[in-house]
């Protein structure tokens, strides 16, 4: 089993920036494809961004392409999301989560991941 936390959430003003960070516990971080989500105030959680086990495959939603990177250090069982350009809209509580059963690729679907962090709050302000 592993246990995610999350960090690097909080307030800007649209048009600024926040990394996020997702630290896993455990020995076997190589194993997990990660990927982040969020759920905005009153919807349904959907699927940001994800990264293989490897780091090599990234898959991007839609509104987020060019703004969002996500990244990974395996040496420090950690998942990145770096955040530009950010939008009122992307006010939401941000999730990352980790799929042990991953062939190696990337992973979009968010019943397929086996483990989430607890999130952090990003609330960009207009």
């Known amino acids: 089993q592993v246990q995610l936390v999350e960090s690097g959430g909080g307030l800007v003003q649209a048009g600024g920036s926040l990394r996020l960070s997702c630290a896993a516990s455990g020995r076997t971080f190589t194993s997990y494809a990660m990927g982040w989500f969020r759920q905005a105030p009153g919807k349904e959680r959907e699927f940001v961004a994800a990264?293989?086990?490897?780091?090599?495959?990234?898959y991007y939603e839609d509104s987020v392409k060019g703004r969002f990177t996500i990244s990974r250090d395996n040496a420090k069982n950690t998942v990145y999301l770096q955040m530009n350009s950010l939008k009122p809209e992307d006010t939401a509580v941000y999730y990352c989560a980790a799929d042990r059963r991953s062939d190696g690729g990337v992973v979009t679907t968010e019943d397929l991941y086996d483990y989430w962090g607890q999130g952090t709050q990003v609330t960009v302000s207009s």
């Open positions: 990264i293989s086990r490897s780091g090599i495959g990234t």
